[in-house]
């Protein structure tokens, strides 16, 4: 059955601000039922800069996911629940791993925001985090040269609320988006 709603898929690198960008944009927008930003699942502690749902690796492995992927000895999950959103015709936005756009393309209509800053950027907010060793850091840099094929792209690099507004003009323009097949 195809589906009538959009799956937007938030990317980026580390340190980016994929998270901060979606919560001044959902800030911005206010109520609106026919956009919605689900929790991620990991198998990570609670963190105030992230917006997620932590479970054990137990618990994970319990769960029914729309989407998942594992990175840096983490599991993600993107509930299968965002299904009967995308078939009510609803806007789903997610931030997921660069590395799952290929399958999410194939089994939903997609559309692919990246969120980038410049290499300066992204290493003093990596720091900032206090998560990762100089050459964890180093090597999350090196990954975040790859390029990603993106619908739209995002710079994040002065303020929460321009990134933010900038991706919420981008997410109003996807409900002109023809649906998919």
């Known amino acids: 059955m195809p589906r009538s709603g959009r799956l937007v898929l938030v990317v980026g690198p580390s340190g980016a601000g994929k998270d901060t960008v ?42 029914a996911f729309a989407l998942s ?16 959103d995308l078939d009510a ?18 089994r939903f209509p997609c559309f692919v925001v990246a969120v980038t800053a410049a290499p300066a950027i992204l290493a003093a907010r990596l720091a900032v985090r206090r998560r990762e060793t100089a050459a964890e850091i180093g090597a999350r840099l090196a990954r975040a040269a790859a390029p990603v094929e993106a619908d739209a792209v995002v710079a994040n690099e002065t303020t929460p609320e321009a990134a933010g507004a900038a991706f919420l003009g981008i997410l109003l323009r996807c409900r002109d988006l023809p649906c998919l097949p």
Request: hydrophobic share 40%.
């Open 22 to 63: 979606l919560r001044e944009a959902r800030r911005r927008l206010g109520h609106a039922p026919d956009i919605v930003f689900p929790r991620r699942v990991i198998t990570r502690p609670p963190d105030p800069a992230e917006d997620h749902e932590p479970v054990s690796d137990d618990e994970f492995q319990r769960r």
């Open 89 to 106: 015709g609803r806007i789903v936005v997610v931030n997921v791993s660069r590395a799952i756009v290929a399958d999410a393309r194939r």
């Open 69 to 84: 992927w594992s990175a840096h000895g983490l599991s993600y999950g993107i509930p299968a629940s965002i299904v009967g």
